[in-house]
């Protein structure tokens, strides 16, 4: 899927239109903490980009520009960068950040702008640093089965690259033909696949980094094994861009799965969805359990015109997707659905029986974001731990049905992995400022009930702006502190990605 252009309603209270310059809105992002852009420094970028040591081709400050590559896919923030440059090189790099220390400027990492929490948003005439032009695939490693990659690679070329040496990178989701490898990085993506293949995190072997006092660090180089102390690299994957650039990444690849078969049931219990996703997990190789619910579901069918996959209409459907490679595993694939049946938890359900069908299975899933995209949903994506998937869902469905009575709340997620998105639809005739409004108290109900689970604010989406205030919820004080003390040893006058994340 190509992103770029297109529009869906993202993260906390994030909406499809553009009228999120009005004062509602201008409140609404003051809430966020962020500080109104100062013109005064503004200007003073403008003047010492004449000293910065690129050439003009790799420095853009026309208004389209700013605004297409000054933001991610949240769209209710007043953007305002002073420039977009393009380094070519790591040396570029260094420059740059050598070129800001010295003029105290922002920095701002951007990859592929598909983030969903603002955090390559540019509010405070920062300047953004874009990837895009460090996008090529360097060396591949038959023997270790790795890849060094710049971070302008987009995640689905990664995908291709490694299909032709049949190979397979797996982590993947619906943004992998415009997310970048950096971006995934930054933000440790995860996916679809995360039950069988981990995050982005399990993959990279070694990083390249410039760090924000501009210095050129090789972490970890591609070892498997590294007893030397802290692992640095940890640190900068899912920092989101808040300690130095990525400027360089070796991925490791995965054998090419096995043949998989895709299934789609039908559950009429919450309880039953963990009942079967535990009984797949025991007697099979589960590459993905992704759950959605009959509203999603219904959204879909209006938006896609896909038929229903069967007749049974009930509250929750799961895609399981599993290997099996022969005969004998097909069978036991079989065995383990009948018995989910027989049992009761499963009510209905198909199986593919060839990768086009296997392929459409999969759009119910993955078509739903797209699908709700027309009713400027209110989107959350939090994560427990498996186990407290069902008591988490039930605690906060009554919460939700009792505070909103008469809202539409869409549930769907990598369930496999205790990861949920959470989509609230604005009521017919709700003034958006109003529904804007209303969803800081839903985060505020909704962060509750996640940190009564022990859970976590943001599964896979990062912190960026949009759940900065509310990182109390699920890291520690003490936590938050000794992260700005890190921040610090690494970018010690504060220019990289200021206001995000903590
Ligand atoms: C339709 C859709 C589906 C999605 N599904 C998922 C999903 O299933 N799982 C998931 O995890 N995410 C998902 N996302 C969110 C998003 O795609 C991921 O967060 C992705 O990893 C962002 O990559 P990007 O290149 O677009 O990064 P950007 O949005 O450009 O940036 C994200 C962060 O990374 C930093 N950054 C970017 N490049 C660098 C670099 N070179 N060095 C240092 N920092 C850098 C930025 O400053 C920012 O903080 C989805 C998004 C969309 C639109």
Partial sequence: MHLPGARFGFGPSEF?????????????????????????????????????????????????????????????????????????????????????????????????????????????????????????????????????????VITETLQEFAKSKNLYYPVDFAARGSSQMGGNIATNAGGIKVVRYGLTRDWVTSLEVVTGAGEVLHLNNSLVKNATGLDLRHLFIGSEGILGFITKATMKLAAAPPPLKVFIFALDQLSSVMKVFSEFKLNCHLQAYEMFSEKALKHVLHGTGLARPFETVTDFYVVCEVEAPTEAS????????????????????????????????????????????TYSPYKNDVSVSISKVPDFMTDLDLVLTTAYPTWEVVWFGHIGDGNLHINILRPEGMKKEDFVQECRKVDELVFKAVQKQQGSISAEHGVGLTKKSFLTYTRSQSEIDLMKGIKKVFDPDLIMNPGKVI
């Fill in 330 to 373: 097909e069978e036991k694939v079989m065995s383990v659905f009948e018995n989910c049946l027989e049992k009761g938890w499963v009510t209905d359900g198909v199986m593919s029986q060839s990768d086009v069908q296997a392929k459409n299975f999969w759009r119910y899933r993955e078509d739903i974001s797209e699908s709700l995209s």
């Fill in 16 to 152: 499809m239109d553009s009228s999120h310059q009005d004062g509602a809105y201008a409140q609404f992002i003051l809430s966020f903490g962020s500080e109104p852009c100062d013109s005064l420094a503004m200007q003073t970028t403008t003047q010492a980009l004449a000293t910065l040591p690129l050439k003009p081709a790799q420095i853009k400050t026309d208004p389209d520009s700013l605004k297409y590559y000054g933001k991610d896919w949240t769209t209710y923030f007043d953007i305002k960068a002073s420039a977009i440059v393009f380094p070519e090189t790591t040396e570029d790099v260094v420059q740059i950040v050598q070129w800001a220390r010295k003029n105290k400027i922002a920095l701002i990492p951007s990859g592929g702008r598909t983030g969903l929490s603002g955090a390559a948003c540019a509010l405070n005439g920062e300047v953004v640093v874009s990837f895009e032009r460090m996008n090529r695939v360097l060396q591949f490693n038959e023997t270790d089965s790795t890849v060094e990659i710049e971070p302008g």
